[in-house]
């Protein structure tokens, strides 16, 4: 299968209910295993479209659209967006899927979602609900450096006249991705827009609800030292084997964090990638080796 499939799980809220979509892509069989893939904090899930094809030879591949984000609804009250939302629309999706584990691959955000529901406490004699997790430059100790130059464009309604015009500036606020074609980053780039027709003419607006910005913009260091305990309780909390993939130069995720990592908990296997920052898109085949690997060990 070339292409995934749109679908999409209706998820309770605490004003009502939402809908989150997936992409899912066939695996060779009816019963093959199932992997979740869950992007950053203002992208969406064709971001593993590379990634889904190869992985899509064993598993049946699903990357949601976390709420609030591509074809997902937007929330009524922001202040839901935030980690424990995220995590009980998973839940939802597992329950969706019929599947009572899973392998995760979460990027940035997407990898605090698969930590926290990998650690949730679970009755005596049930599977856990992650089998194996890849961390994609994220931990439990995040810089408060990154979330402020994440938060400088994040939430920012802007207009642009064409497709590439948009990709042209998230090139210019994604430096830390590391090298990319001009072919992949518009391939990259055009699933986070949506064209518009308004007085102005056509044009293309960023497909997320600029709303996701208000929770994120009110995180003090102080909230960040207490989230930080919390991540690291749930981190050491975690059995289940664990990569953990670090852009050599992200500003995210700092290396002694990462050491720590390796050190703590389910003693994450890291692997440091040159000349990468925050973070490594995995749709290169020697990025997406890694993490076939790892899944397959």
């Known amino acids: ?67 609030g984000r591509g074809r997902s609804d937007w929330l009524r009250q922001p202040a839901g967006y935030q980690i424990p939302t995220y995590v009980s629309d998973m839940v939802a999706l597992l329950a969706r899927l019929d599947v009572e584990q899973v392998d ?14 990998a650690s949730l406490p679970r009755p005596e004699g049930m599977l856990a609900a992650v089998r194996r997790l890849v961390l994609n430059d994220v931990g439990p100790a995040i810089r408060f450096e990154a979330l402020q130059r994440i938060g400088s464009y994040l939430g920012k309604t802007m207009r642009f006249a064409s497709l590439e015009e948009g990709a042209a500036y998230l ?43 208000l929770p994120f913009g009110a995180v003090t260091p102080e909230i960040a030292a207490a989230g930080e305990a919390a991540l690291w309780s749930a981190y050491d909390a975690l059995r289940c084997p664990t990569l953990l993939i670090r852009g050599a130069e992200s500003d995210l995720l700092s290396a002694e964090t990462a050491r720590a990592m390796t050190q703590r908990g389910p003693g ?22 890694i993490v076939r690997d790892f899944l397959g060990s």
């Open 171 to 213: 090139r210019s606020i994604s430096e830390g991705f590391g090298p990319h074609t001009d072919e992949e980053w518009l391939a990259l780039s055009a699933p986070l827009f949506r064209e518009e027709t308004g007085q102005e003419g056509k044009g293309w607006r960023s497909h997320y609800d600029p709303a996701i910005a």
């Open 1 to 67: 299968m070339t292409e995934p499939r749109l679908k999409f799980v209706t998820c309770l809220d605490a004003t009502g209910l939402h809908r989150m979509a997936y992409w899912e892509w066939a695996g060779p069989s009816a019963d093959a295993p199932v992997l979740v893939c869950v992007h950053g904090l203002s992208r969406q899930g064709r971001d593993f479209d590379a990634l889904a094809r190869v992985m899509s030879s064993r598993y049946r591949v699903v990357c949601p659209d976390v709420v």
């Open 104 to 117: 995760w691959v979460g990027t940035s955000m997407g990898g605090l979602i698969g930590l926290a529901l």
């Open 268 to 289: 994450a296997r890291l692997v440091e990638l040159p000349g990468v920052g925050h973070a490594p898109t995995l749709i290169h085949d020697d990025q997406i080796a």
